[in-house]
Structure formats: structure tokens, C-alpha cells
């Protein structure tokens, strides 16, 4: 009988569970990764003194050159100014979680005012509208949140710097003498799709596009996506290349993939092929140097952002009021022709 | 005999056993495959009815948000109208007094006139520049909106809109009111459905979508890119995708898309917006959404369904069991004499003639108890079935279990060896006889002490003595005659019974 009932077992699970996987249950996946959420390190930027207001920045990435300019913002504003300055953040742009457990380090060691730059505009949301009902001054830098509860927000305006890299790619192309009767394509590098910064670079560029540039010039509409794999962007180029032979342009969304664009150019000798990224890296900067090759690259005021951000978090903490919520802290746009521009001088400075 | 005679009959048991879990397989695979087959097709009739409901839902979510457009632009025209009727002289007096006295839900509000002059705050003008908001103004409508941009007042995506009036005996001015991109949600926002619907605003030339309505709160503002989200679909729904994003850039004033994203069904359809040129509202629903409840409902059929079919096995499996054991136990009554435990005479009978006629070799033995009368009378019936009973288990210890041991009637006994060394069957009466003897009586009886039990045995051996069954038993018989006719207490093979000098 206990073959019996074994076999019988077997029976109903061999036949149930197939008949059952029908039912099509959809496995619903984590949001995210969990992140390592042990603890993190607070480090000074000023001076540290009893009985002044505690300020702390929290930042995506605490380890890379731009993140630095944000830093050195940060400190020299607090240098003037009488308050106790710590900074923290994540290693990895997306690990929200970790800045919300950064947040929750916060609230306990007592912070008066806090700097952020949101690792996730929208899942760390709920997390910022209870600190700021609190009564927590609650100053964005670099990147907003999608809510209204924060005092003031002090970034790029990424729709305008979007379109600002659209007619910068316009007039580059007409520099290189692309006639507007002249079939021309542009293709667009981004580095990842579910990004918003990326996302309201790629609008502005198409928004600015349609609405200027010649009949015949078109963008690809095949969107070169890296999905956070920026070493796969040089491949696409070459066969978005292979399929539009009159591909006179490369637009980079950001950094990872402006940098890659400026170097498969340089690599492939493509003075035919104007660049229009973000940031500043090696790469661009050589091609922007170069005579041969038509490239500009829109730069961020980072340096501002945690300047401005600190000195109005001082502000809030005095009693001052602040009118505006968001103070777009533009772009320059660095090419040859503005190389010696005092304002972008002072940008590159900074970057 | 016992185990041996089990061990043959296991073959045949579990050939029963065999054919049950065939019945019970061929069974179940029916069973599934119709709940298969019952499961497909209702998967099949919720996707159909999914794709055409979820295309009426995405229509009517349209017309909602187009509603919530006109909602805000109704308003801004009746702002207009009672401007127009009042008639004011001075632009500046009025928007002093509407800035300072907010009572809608709007960002901002203020003023064009007629030279071009803006009432507005130092953010809103900034604003204007910056997004050259006055070329949305001057379109020749009643009524335009202008694309969606972050506002610098209260730091989210928010949209102007522009609507013409008159002041001061007929000049025209143009005023405009400023609304947070969330308030649509709010208003389009429906009790059920709203962790599946997203809602955008569409610009068809560029492609770019700003989420209105989504499954996260916190996403509404977010912009994205038609081109970018077509990357997702799956490979054959693209080039429908693409005509269904051509035919807005042509114009068109609605069109419907079904599409999937892996394994996920969408509806989308998109609608022109009346105030915003070139606009569309987008609303897109997964299949799945609206059969959840139905996807809940088959899964509890289903689960049903396994519990009905776990309880009638369950039922089968115990009927079975219980059969087969009665089964067994009629067997064991059939053929099996029920004091002894050895073959019954039909039996025996039906047994041991096909042996015999099959013209193997064998031997037929009858014995008989010497005296079992008095033996019953001496120590009763009782000790009497005992006797019976130890002289079956003697039987049973010296034949082997492929041998035919039967209780042939009373104190009859017969056995069939399948053999035909009359000097093996010999040493093995004799060996029975000796252990019968040695049986004690006080086993049996406190009183008799002295008894010495006795039997006597005739044997026929085949093909020799007679190649028929019946025949073999007389022989087997007489000699049993010729041993009970003198001493008893012993044993006699047919061929010495019959010779014409034996005494």
C-alpha cells in the first residue's frame, strides 16, 4: 500500500502541476536588487563645531570626478558659512534603497537640513514628503523628486538643455557644410532608457528637432539603448552606420555615452560625423580640441548646484524664505568657438 | 507452501495492481488534458474579450481626459467671459486683484495685452522665455495649451493655457492660467483599474510622452520617448506600432494598437487633443488587468477542480483496496479448507487433475488418521480439530510448496508430489510417521498421557500406476484400503498392495 499511495503521489504532481502552469500565474519580479543597506559613512566637509546646525549631503555617487565638483561646491559654501557640513552616498546611481537607509541615518543622528540628489525621482518620493512634513529644510540637487514637498531645487533643466544639444547638432552639421537639401541622419546614444535625466534630454532634443531642422535631416528612429552596458554603444554606431550610410551626426544623452561616441569617431577617423554630448571626459575634450572633427559637449553647473544648495539650506534654517522651487542652473556649451569664453573657462574649472 | 504459493500468485497481483495505475494514469490524462483544454479556451475567450473591452475602456479614458483638458479650458473661458463682461480699463488693477485673491486650483495666472505686455510674476516671466510660451498664445484659436515644462514656482511638470478676451472697450488680451500636470490625473482618476491604466500626452512629431496617469503617483511628470518605449515590444507588433505612430504625425484624429511586451497583451489607443496641435492622449491598458478578477475566479475552478479529482482517486484507491481485499479473502474460502488452511477437495481436485493429466510425473498419497472416532470421543472435538490442525502442519513441514496438500474430508488427507522417486516419498512418510508418533497427548489432554497418534497412507504413483486422475486416486485408495485392512499405522505403495503375495 506505500507504493501504492507513493505512486499515487507522483500521480497528482506530475499531472497537476503542468495542467496548473497553465493558470498562467505572472511571476511578479522585485523591483530592484536589495542593496547592501548595512550602514554608511558620514564624512565632514567643514569644520565641526558644537551648537551649530548639522547640514548633510547626500549624493548618487560619492567616487567619481563629477560627484567630486558637487563636493568641492558643497565644502567651499560651508567654509563661509556657520554650519556643520557631512556628506554621504551610494556607490551605484540606483541604489535608492541605500539612499533611503542614508535618509534613516539621518533623522537619528538628528540632521537640521538636508542636501539630496535622488538616486530614484519616484520611489524615493514617499521617503522625502514625510522628512520634509516634519519640518526638515529639504533641498534637491542635480536631480529633482517627483513631489512638491522639498523647499527648492537646484539642477539642470534637462528639457532645455535637450534642445540646446539639438540645435547645437543642427548648427554643427551646417558647420560641416551639410547642405539642407542634403539627405542626413543623426543617431542618438543613450545610456539608460528608465533614467528621467535621460529620458527629458532625449524629449528636449526631439522637441527642439522637429520643430528646426530641415525636411531631409531625420533622426534614427532606432534608438541606440546601451541599457547600462555603455561598451555595447560602439557596436551599434557601426551598424546604425552600415544601414545609414549619411549618418552625419551622434547625439550622446550623457556622459557614458558621449564618451564612447567621441571615441569610436576618433577611432575611426569619422571627421564626417559631428558629436553633441554631456559632460566633459578625456575623449570628448580631445575631439573638441581637434581641428578635424566638429563636436561640442553641453557641461552642467555642479558646482553651483551644491554651492547654491548648501547656502539655501543655511538660508531655510535661518528663517529665510525662498520663492522659487526650481532654479534651473543651466549648461554651457563647450566646442571650439567658446573654448575661450570666460563662463565656460570657469565651467571647465569646475569639471 | 504459504510463501511460496504468495510468491507465484505476486505476479499476478501486481499485473492487478499494473492495470489499476493504467486505468488510474489514462484516467487522469483525460482529466487534465480536457481541464487543459477547458483552461486554454478560457484563457483564449478572456484575451478576446480583454482586447475588445480594454479598446473600449482606452476610448472612454480618451474622451475622460480630453474631458479633464476641456474642464480646465472651460474654465479658463469662463474667467475670460466674465473679464470681457467687466470691461476693465486697467489690466494691471485686475491682475493685482487676481493674484492676490487665488481661488482656483491653478499655479499661476495672468495677463497679455493687446501691445504684447505681460502681468505675470517674475518666475512666470522667466518661464515665458525660457519656453517662448508666447508663441503658444498666439495661435488663432479660442483656446490653446501649451506643451508641458517644469515649473519653476512649484518645481513639477505643469502646462499653460492661453484664451483671448477684451478690456477696455474692446481690446483683445489674452490671459492665461497655469495647472499642475497631476491635477489630470486627479481628474481622470477612476476608483478601479488605476494600478493598470497610464495616461500620456503624446507630441506625435517628436514622439515625446509625458505620464499624466501611471501605476506609480510618484511617475506623473515623467517624460519618455514612443521610439525609445517601441524598443520593448515584442518583434512582429512593431511595424503596426510604427503606422500607428505614422498615422497621428498624419494627423488623424484617433487610432486604436494591440500589441505585447513579452507575454503581456496592451491595448493603446491615442486621441487627438482639440486646444493642443499636433497632441495626442495616449491611454494604454494591459490585457491582463481587466481579467484579474476572472484570472481569480478560473484559478479557484481550477483549485476545486484538483480537490474534486484528489477525492474521487482517493475514493477509487480505497474502494479498490477494500475490493481486493475482500476478494482475496473470498479466494482463500474457495479454495482453502478454513480449519487447516490446505486446499479444499474442488480445489485439490481441479489442481491436482491437471497435473496428473498433463502426464508429469507424481506421486498421489491418501491418508488417514487411525482411529479419529475415538480420538474425537477420547479428547474431545476440540483437541480433535487440534490434532487435524498438527497433523496438516507435519503434512505442510515435510512437502515442498510446489506440492498439492489437501484436507480431503474429516480425517482424509491427500497429497500430490510432483515427483516420481518412490524412495524420497518413502524416507518422507516415514519421516512423517515418526513425527506423528512423537506428537505427545498431553498436548492435547491433561487426563490422556499415553496416547500415541497413528495414520495410515496409500500411494499411486503416475504415469505408472495409472496416467488418470480419478484412477491414480482409487489406486492410492486401495492401498490405503490394504493398510487400514491389517495394521494401520503405516504406509503402502499401490504396485506392493495389488501383488497377489502380500499380507
Redesign the interface.
Known amino acids: 500500500m506505500n507504493l501504492f499511495k507513493k505512486s499515487f503521489i507522483y500521480i497528482i504532481t506530475f499531472f497537476c502541476l503542468p495542467v496548473l502552469s497553465l493558470t498562467s500565474c505572472s511571476g511578479s519580479g522585485s523591483d530592484s536588487e536589495k542593496a547592501d543597506v548595512s550602514s554608511f559613512e558620514f564624512e565632514a566637509l567643514s569644520e565641526i563645531k558644537e551648537g551649530r546646525p548639522d547640514i548633510y549631503l547626500i549624493l548618487k555617487l560619492i567616487d567619481s570626478s563629477y560627484w567630486q565638483v558637487i563636493i568641492d561646491g558643497a565644502r567651499d559654501a560651508a567654509a563661509d558659512l556657520d554650519c556643520n557640513l557631512y556628506m554621504s552616498g551610494t556607490s551605484n546611481e540606483t541604489d535608492w534603497e541605500g539612499q533611503l537607509v542614508i535618509l534613516e541615518q539621518c533623522m537619528e543622528r538628528g540632521a537640521d537640513a538636508i542636501i539630496l540628489s535622488p538616486d530614484d525621482s519616484v520611489k524615493l518620493s514617499p521617503k522625502i514628503e514625510e522628512i520634509y512634513e516634519q519640518g526638515l529644510p529639504m533641498v534637491f540637487i542635480d536631480t529633482a523628486a517627483n513631489t512638491e514637498q522639498f523647499d527648492v531645487c537646484y539642477m539642470t533643466d534637462n528639457l532645455l538643455a535637450g534642445q540646446m544639444a539639438a540645435r547645437e547638432m543642427l548648427s554643427e552639421l551646417e558647420l560641416m557644410g551639410i547642405s539642407q537639401n542634403e539627405e542626413a541622419y543623426v543617431g542618438i546614444v543613450v545610456g539608460q532608457a528608465a533614467s528621467l535625466t535621460i529620458n527629458e534630454r532625449l524629449a528636449g532634443f526631439y522637441q527642439y528637432w522637429t520643430k528646426n531642422s530641415p525636411d531631409k535631416w531625420h533622426i534614427i528612429s532606432d534608438i541606440m539603448n546601451c541599457n547600462g552596458d555603455i561598451s555595447t554603444a560602439a557596436g551599434m554606431i557601426t551598424k546604425s552606420l552600415e544601414e545609414y550610410p549619411a549618418l552625419h551626426g551622434l547625439y550622446g544623452t550623457n556622459n557614458g555615452p558621449s564618451k564612447e561616441i567621441a571615441r569610436f569617431v576618433s577611432d575611426n577617423g569619422r571627421t564626417d560625423i559631428a558629436v553633441v554630448g554631456f559632460d566633459y571626459s578625456d575623449e570628448i575634450k580631445s575631439i573638441i580640441n581637434s581641428e578635424d572633427y566638429h563636436a561640442s559637449t553641453m557641461l552642467q553647473r555642479q558646482y553651483d548646484m551644491s554651492f547654491k544648495g548648501v547656502q539655501t539650506a543655511m538660508k531655510l534654517l535661518e528663517g529665510g524664505k525662498i520663492n522659487t522651487k526650481f532654479v534651473d542652473t543651466g549648461v554651457v556649451t563647450v566646442n571650439r568657438r567658446t573654448l575661450g569664453n570666460p563662463e565656460v573657462v570657469s565651467v571647465i574649472e569646475h569639471n | 507452501m504459504g510463501k511460496k504459493k504468495e510468491k507465484e500468485k505476486k505476479p499476478n497481483s501486481m499485473q492487478n495492481?499494473r492495470s489499476f495505475?493504467m486505468t488510474?494514469?489514462l484516467c487522469?490524462?483525460i482529466?487534465?488534458a480536457s481541464?487543459?483544454y477547458l483552461?486554454?479556451s478560457f484563457?483564449r475567450l478572456i484575451s478576446q474579450h480583454d482586447e475588445h473591452l480594454s479598446s473600449e475602456i482606452c476610448t472612454l479614458l480618451t474622451e475622460k481626459m480630453n474631458n479633464s483638458l476641456r474642464f480646465m479650458t472651460d474654465s479658463a473661458k469662463d474667467i475670460s467671459e466674465v473679464l470681457s463682461a467687466q470691461d476693465f480699463k486697467d489690466l494691471g488693477d485686475i491682475y493685482r486683484k487676481l493674484s492676490t485673491d487665488k481661488r482656483g486650483d491653478y499655479v499661476g495666472i495672468g495677463f497679455i495685452d493687446e501691445e504684447g505686455v505681460l502681468y505675470a510674476t517674475t518666475?512666470e516671466r522667466y518661464e515665458f522665455r525660457?519656453w517662448n510660451l508666447l508663441s503658444a498664445a498666439t495661435y488663432d484659436q479660442d483656446i490653446t495649451i501649451s506643451?508641458p515644462?517644469?515649473?519653476?514656482?512649484?518645481?513639477?511638470p505643469v502646462i499653460t493655457l492661453f484664451t483671448s478676451f477684451r478690456y477696455a472697450g474692446g481690446r483683445h488680451g489674452t490671459m492665461f492660467i497655469t495647472y499642475r500636470l497631476s491635477d489630470l490625473q486627479d481628474i481622470v482618476n477612476t476608483e478601479s483599474l488605476t494600478d493598470e491604466i497610464e495616461i500620456w500626452l503624446m507630441?506625435a512629431?517628436?514622439?515625446?510622452m509625458?505620464l499624466c496617469v501611471g501605476t506609480?503617483r510618484?511617475?506623473?511628470?515623467?517624460?519618455?520617448?514612443a521610439?525609445?518605449s517601441?524598443?520593448d515590444i515584442n518583434e512582429e507588433y512593431k511595424e503596426a506600432y510604427?503606422e500607428w505612430h505614422k498615422s497621428m504625425v498624419k494627423g488623424i484624429k484617433s487610432a486604436s494598437l494591440t500589441y505585447k511586451i513579452g507575454?503581456?497583451n496592451y491595448s493603446q489607443f491615442c486621441a487627438a487633443i482639440d486646444n493642443m496641435p499636433g497632441w495626442y492622449v495616449v491611454v494604454r491598458i494591459p490585457g491582463?488587468a481587466l481579467s484579474a478578477t476572472m484570472?481569480t475566479f478560473?484559478?479557484y475552478v481550477?483549485i476545486f477542480l484538483?480537490l474534486l479529482?484528489?477525492v474521487v482517486?482517493l475514493l477509487i484507491?480505497n474502494m479498490y483496496?477494500r475490493n481486493r481485499k475482500e476478494n482475496r479473502k473470498l479466494e482463500q474460502l474457495s479454495i482453502h479448507d478454513p480449519l487447516t488452511g490446505l486446499l479444499n477437495r474442488r480445489a485439490f481436485d481441479n489442481a491436482a487433475q491437471q497435473l496428473v493429466n498433463s502426464g508429469e510425473p507424481s506421486v498421489f498419497i491418501f491418508f488417514d488418521i487411525d482411529y479419529f472416532k475415538q480420538v474425537n470421543d477420547l479428547f474431545g472435538h476440540d483437541s480433535g480439530d487440534k490434532i487435524l490442525k498438527t497433523f496438516s502442519e507435519i503434512l505442510k513441514s515435510h512437502f515442498r510448496g510446489t506440492d498439492l496438500i489437501s484436507r480431503y474430508g474429516g480425517d482424509e488427507y491427500v497429497v500430490l508430489a510432483k515427483t516420481d522417486s518412490v524412495p524420497a516419498i518413502s524416507r518422507t512418510l516415514a519421516a512423517i510417521r515418526d513425527e506423528f508418533h512423537s506428537v505427545k497427548s498431553s498436548d492435547f489432554s491433561s487426563t490422556i498421557t499415553d496416547h500415541t497418534f497413528t495414520f495410515s497412507a496409500g500411494a499411486a504413483i503416475s504415469p505408472a500406476d495409472s496416467s488418470e486422475f480419478e484412477d491414480l486416486k482409487k489406486c492410492a485408495d486401495e492401498a490405503l484400503y490394504k493398510v487400514k485392512e491389517f495394521n494401520r499405522d503405516g504406509y503402502l505403495w499401490y504396485d506392493e498392495a495389488v501383488k497377489p503375495d502380500y499380507v
Open positions: 495492481n495505475y488510474i494514469i487522469m490524462i482529466f487534465m481541464i487543459a483552461i486554454i484563457n518666475e525660457k506643451a515644462y517644469r515649473s519653476t514656482t512649484i518645481g513639477q507630441d512629431e517628436s514622439a515625446n509625458i506609480a510618484y511617475a506623473i511628470g515623467s517624460w519618455s520617448n521610439y525609445l517601441m524598443q510604427d507575454k503581456i491582463n484570472n478560473r484559478n481550477l484538483a479529482l484528489t482517486i484507491i483496496a
